[in-house]
Structure formats: structure tokens, C-alpha cells
């Protein structure tokens, strides 16, 4: 009986065979690539057509504009030039559209376009699809579902929790100037708004500015916006596999497990108290029920609407974006109340309302006019959320006349709006009469919150906080800058500085608070 064994040589030609064949086929399938990527791009080019920008690179687009964060540098260069919209090429086939004109933003805020997909995707991990990320008619159920969570009757008790927040924070400074030496607000301020947040949308106790865990929550949501940010912009970080084997994909999710871990414990902590007897029946006999408490009793009562992902994604979006957004907001308002004439002002009026040490309420929101008019103009200069996108769901035709298809990226670029000069004449001159009472603007001119049906469902509550921890902080401090480090703005989900937010604080004689009051 014989045995056939296969001589090497012909086993080497079978293998040689294979790869060769598998060598072919991945070469057809980069070519049917390159062919789809180059009919997109010439797509895109016939597309944009109306638009014209600055000249970019067939493959890397505008990368070389934007580097080293001049991102908000190069917008404002653009704006000059281009002061309705302009083409940005991220690489080769990627682009998005750059509005910067006010009627522009209210077509497009105007109509139902879902957030762009290829962008806002990379924040699904750390905040999970609630209200940031969702669209369409699950977005409306959850918006309807939230929104009593911000009514008046809710907001006005918050005005005494965020003065007790924003009190802690001073006399932390005022331990501080000791030192003599520039504070770096930023991070104190962060710590202010999340205690601030986890008070009132989450029926926490007691502070958590003094509570070290909360120092890695902070560090967490800002290593998350560098991440984040940085991904969007990086071609080679698009595909979830490939960035998880990356550095910085295991620094996201690293991160995302230390935010996970700080909401999951909120959670648990008010669902451990609903329990307790009694509880739960008089939470449901309030006439207005808190942030959490809307979404633990959705949950208890209707599973179906809303399920445990669902609830931690509301969660961490509100705890991100209720505590982040206004932390900027509070941060640049102050600097820029330092290195402008106006705090004395802003200072008289607030010492008209609370010089006799009366505690800061709801009422007296409405009566600081200019003190109001210098936080939105604070707010023009440097918007806590640059920009945000929208991917067209049909074609959309401008006032102007020029159009975009379907499929088409657009950027709203909120910071380039508030720096144009064709919108506010000498954009980068810090001037509060834009905001005089009777002041005319385009409807769509000042989008600190955005607009449309999407608006941001917070802004009642922060500008509140905003107003309450600048009165405070006016009366209890003269403001003035760090000459050595003037703060050098830089696009991230939220805006922040390169350098941190430093300032010289110095403490006002006789102040006109009563702390024991706040």
C-alpha cells in the first residue's frame, strides 16, 4: 500500500498560491476604497462649490491651519473673510461647513437635522445617548419627560443652594490669599459647580468641595473633553477597534470608568433614600419633583420608556453638562471682569441689592441690569460651548441663495458668530452696551445656548448660577489679572485655557455679605 505525502516544493506552491490570491484581493478592495474616497471627495467638491475657503491639501485638508490649538485664532481669521460660512477640510474626504452668520444659524436651527453622527458618536461611551445625543422622537419624549425639572417653582429654592456652593468656594480663596500668589480659579470653580449640581438636579447633602473623590470626577470630565476633542480630529482614531488599542483609547476609558463610577453612586445613593419609608409617597405627592427624582420614578413606573442605560445616561450628561458648561461661563466672566473697568459697576449695583447682608434670592436675579449685561457680554467673548454640529437630513437652501445637499456636515460655529465683525463691530473689544436694555440684535446673533427646539434645557438655571456667583464674588473680592499668564482660549467640547484661568484676588474691607445668612 502506498502513502501520497506532499513534496515541500509543491506545499510552498500551494501557500505561495494563496497569499498571492489574497495579495490580489486586498489590492482590488484598496482600489474600489481609493475609487469610493475619490468619487465622495469629488462629490463634495461639486457640493461646496458656492463656498470657497482657503486652500487645502487633497489629503489633509486644513490640518496644518490648525495646530498646536489655534483653532479659535484661525475661526477668527476666517470670519473676516468668509463672514457667512466656510468649508473646513478635516482630511481628504472629510469636511464640514462653518457658519458663522446669524441668519444662516437660524435656518439651520430652525429645522429637525440629527447631531452629526460622525462626530458626537465618540461621546456616547463616557455620557451614554440621553438628551446631547439623541434625536429624533425618543429625543422628544426625554425632552418633554425633563423639562418640568426646570421649572420656575423648581428654580427659585435652587438661588440659596448654589449661594451656599459659591460661599464654601470664597472662603476656600480666602484661606488661600495667604499665599500671595495667582489662583487658578478654573478648578475651584469646577468644584463649585458640581457641588452646585449635585444639590440641586440630584437631592445631594452636604459639600462635595471639600471631599477629595470629587477631585478625580474633575479630572476625569477634563481629561474626557482633551480626548474626545482630540479624536474627532485625528483620521486614524475613527475606528472604534483601532483607538482602543491606542494610548489614548485606554486613557477614554479609564476615564469614562472613573465618571461612571461618581454617577452610578448618585444613583444608588438617591434610590437607597426613595426607599426608606415614607419617602417615595412623599416625593410623589410634591407638585414639582427634582432632576433625579423625574427619572427614578419614570423608571419605576414605565420601565419600558425609560431603562437603566437610558437613566445613567441622563445622568452623566447632566452631571457633565450641568457642571462643566457653567464652570466656563463663570471662569472667563470673571477674568474678564479683571481686566476691564466694569467690576466697580457691576459691584455699586449688587451693593444696592445685598448691602444691608440680605441673602441673594430669586428676586433680586431680574434686578442687577448691568451687572446682567456684563455676563452676556463675557459669554459673547468666550461662549462655553464653541460650536456644535448638525448633519443635514434633506437639502437646505439659505437666505443668501446658496445651497447644501443631504449628507453634508455643518460646524455652527458659535465662537466665530460672537466674533464677527459684520454681527458686532469691533468683535474683540469687551463692551456691555451691546446688551442695554432696547439694544437691537438679530434673533440669532448671542447663542450662548444654543437655539430652536434644541436649545439648551438648562439655561434658565444657569444663568442664574452665573449671576449668583458673580454677585458674591464681586462683593467679597477686587478682581485683577495675572499679567505673567494671560489665559490663551482653546476649542474643546467646552471652552477652556491652555494655560488655566489666573487671577489676583484681593479682599474688600467691611464686606456687605453676612455669611451666616448665605
Known amino acids: 500500500m502506498s502513502v501520497s505525502v506532499l513534496s515541500p516544493s509543491r506545499l510552498l506552491g500551494d501557500v505561495s498560491g494563496i497569499l498571492q490570491a489574497a495579495s490580489l484581493l486586498?489590492?482590488?478592495?484598496?482600489?474600489i476604497k481609493a475609487a469610493q474616497l475619490y468619487l465622495h471627495r469629488q462629490w463634495l467638491l461639486k457640493a461646496l462649490q458656492q463656498f470657497p475657503c482657503p486652500p487645502s491639501h487633497w489629503l489633509f485638508g486644513h490640518i496644518q491651519e490648525f495646530q498646536q490649538d489655534q483653532e479659535l485664532q484661525r475661526i477668527q481669521k476666517w470670519v473676516e473673510t468668509f463672514p457667512s460660512a466656510c468649508p473646513h477640510w478635516l482630511w481628504g474626504g472629510k469636511v464640514r461647513v462653518q457658519l458663522h452668520d446669524?441668519?444662516?444659524?437660524?435656518?439651520?436651527?430652525?429645522?429637525s437635522d440629527p447631531k452629526s453622527h460622525g462626530s458626537y458618536r465618540f461621546?456616547?461611551?463616557?455620557?451614554?445617548?440621553?438628551?446631547?445625543?439623541?434625536?429624533?422622537?425618543?429625543?422628544f419624549q426625554h425632552r418633554r419627560m425633563l423639562t418640568p425639572a426646570f421649572h420656575y417653582d423648581i428654580l427659585k429654592p435652587y438661588v440659596g443652594l448654589m449661594a451656599d456652593s459659591v460661599r464654601v468656594m470664597l472662603d476656600k480663596w480666602e484661606e488661600l490669599l495667604g499665599q500671595d500668589s495667582p489662583l487658578e480659579v478654573f478648578q475651584h470653580v469646577s468644584l463649585m459647580t458640581l457641588d452646585t449640581i449635585m444639590k440641586c438636579a440630584f437631592s445631594h447633602q452636604g459639600s462635595i468641595q471639600v471631599d477629595r473623590n470629587s477631585q478625580s470626577y474633575i479630572q476625569a470630565i477634563s481629561d474626557l473633553n482633551n480626548l474626545v476633542f482630540s479624536r474627532m480630529r485625528n483620521a486614524f482614531h475613527q475606528n472604534d477597534t483601532i483607538y482602543s488599542l491606542t494610548s489614548a483609547g485606554r486613557w477614554t476609558h479609564r476615564a469614562c470608568q472613573l465618571a461612571h463610577q461618581h454617577t452610578d453612586q448618585v444613583i444608588q445613593l438617591r434610590k437607597a433614600q426613595l426607599q426608606k419609608e415614607?419617602?417615595?409617597e412623599k416625593i410623589k405627592r410634591k407638585r414639582?419633583?427634582?432632576?433625579?427624582?423625574?427619572l427614578l420614578l419614570a423608571k419605576m413606573e414605565n420601565g419600558s420608556i425609560l431603562s437603566d442605560k437610558d437613566l445613567r445616561a441622563e445622568v452623566d450628561t447632566f452631571m457633565f453638562e450641568g457642571h462643566d458648561t457653567t464652570a466656563s461661563g463663570i471662569s472667563w466672566i470673571l477674568y474678564?471682569?479683571?481686566t476691564h473697568k466694569h467690576q466697580e459697576r457691576c459691584r455699586e449695583e449688587i451693593h444696592g441689592l445685598l448691602g444691608d447682608g440680605a441673602s441673594i434670592t430669586w428676586n433680586h436675579l431680574d434686578q442687577m441690569p448691568y451687572t446682567t449685561m456684563c455676563i452676556k457680554e463675557a459669554l459673547r467673548l468666550y461662549p462655553p460651548v464653541p460650536g456644535i454640529g448638525r448633519e443635514l437630513s434633506t437639502p437646505v437652501t439659505f437666505?443668501?441663495?446658496r445651497s447644501l445637499p443631504k449628507?453634508?456636515?455643518?460646524?455652527?460655529?458659535?465662537?466665530?458668530?460672537?466674533h464677527n465683525p459684520k454681527v458686532w463691530p469691533n468683535p474683540e473689544v469687551f463692551d456691555p452696551s451691546r446688551f442695554a436694555p432696547g439694544s437691537a440684535q438679530h434673533s440669532h446673533a448671542f447663542l450662548p445656548f444654543s437655539g430652536g427646539s434644541r436649545n439648551c434645557i438648562g439655561k434658565q438655571f444657569a444663568m442664574n448660577e452665573l449671576k449668583v456667583a458673580t454677585a458674591l464674588t464681586l462683593l467679597r473680592f477686587e478682581l485683577l489679572p495675572d499679567p505673567t499668564r494671560i489665559p490663551i482660549p482653546i476649542a474643546r467640547l467646552v471652552l477652556k485655557s491652555k494655560n488655566g484661568i489666573h487671577l489676583r484676588l484681593r479682599r474688600l474691607p467691611n464686606p456687605c455679605e453676612d455669611k451666616d445668612q448665605l
Not at 486586498?26 to 482600489?31: G, T
Not at 446669524?102 to 429645522?111: A, N, Q, S, T
Not at 414639582?288 to 423625574?294: K, N, Q, V
Open 288 to 294: 414639582h419633583l427634582d432632576f433625579l427624582d423625574i
Open 407 to 418: 449628507g453634508i456636515m455643518v460646524f455652527l460655529s458659535i465662537y466665530g458668530l460672537h
Open 278 to 280: 415614607g419617602e417615595l
Open 399 to 401: 437666505p443668501d441663495g
Open 102 to 111: 446669524p441668519d444662516y444659524m437660524k435656518v439651520i436651527l430652525g429645522r
Open 336 to 338: 474678564a471682569l479683571a
Open 26 to 31: 486586498i489590492l482590488l478592495l484598496l482600489l
Open 123 to 139: 461621546l456616547a461611551p463616557w455620557i451614554g445617548y440621553g438628551l446631547l445625543l439623541l434625536n429624533g422622537q425618543t429625543w
